[in-house]
């Protein structure tokens, strides 16, 4: 039930976009994206939950395609502090059972060049 | 707030030795989750706790591990005997519910190496 996440890496030079995939095989509920820079934890972003919508944090925002059981996470105009690895965590179930299990998708390797 | 707060930050113990790693999740924070990371199977959920009540445990291992939340404010992972292949970034984590916005917030991890 692992999400599939595409690309694996990334290379940006500062102010480019970049979009990171999340697909799952299973139907989902909610999707959360994180990021986790080198030796340290994973830092929550953001949470969509199904409906199709759209989220944004500062110049990150998301998607969820709920009929396609994909998230896509949007990088825009990219800064230095944007490197690290990206996780999407999808959550199945309804609404009661959406805290339990949330399984990861293997990351995407972002490095921002100046 | 200080956050999730785990310890040790790095473990080094012989295999066939006891390892106990220990965190204290958010005050309020009714969800706890320990994960574990390696660079061959990513982050995987081990087991978590609702109130203090194990939820899903089928994450772990084998019977080697072991966790325990026996109050609110504090959980164990345990790991009896551990072997080299239990080497791994070991993470708790809570969450609540808050309207549409639970996220969980990460400890920063017990770095185990068993040799």
């Known amino acids: 039930q692992q999400p599939v996440q595409s690309p694996q890496a990334v290379i940006l030079r500062e102010g480019e976009d970049a979009v990171i995939n999340c697909s799952s095989s299973k139907a989902l509920y909610s999707v959360h994206w994180y990021r986790q820079k080198h030796g340290e934890a994973p830092v929550f972003l953001m949470i969509l939950l199904k409906g199709g919508e759209q989220k944004g944090h500062e110049k990150i925002s998301a998607s969820f395609n709920e009929k396609k059981q994909q998230s896509s996470l949007y990088l825009t105009a990219s800064q230095l502090s944007y490197s690290g690895t990206y996780f999407c965590g999808t959550a199945t179930g309804d609404r009661g059972s959406t805290l339990g299990r949330l399984y990861f998708g293997r990351g995407t390797q972002l490095t921002v060049w100046p | 707030d200080a956050g999730v707060i785990q310890s040790p930050r790095h473990e080094v113990t012989e295999m066939g030795q006891e390892v106990t790693l220990r965190c204290k999740p958010i005050?309020?924070?009714?969800?706890l989750f320990w994960y574990r990371q390696t660079m061959m199977r990513g982050l995987e959920l081990l087991i978590y706790f609702n109130n203090n009540v194990p939820i899903d445990d089928s994450g772990m291992p084998e019977d080697r591990f072991s966790a325990k939340m026996p109050n609110a404010s504090f959980s164990t992972l345990k790991i009896q005997p551990s072997e080299p292949r239990d080497s791994a970034v070991y993470f708790c984590a809570s969450s609540t519910r808050t309207g549409d916005n639970y996220g969980y917030t990460f400890g920063s991890g017990t770095r185990l190496t068993v040799v």
């Open positions: 005050s309020g924070h009714d969800y």
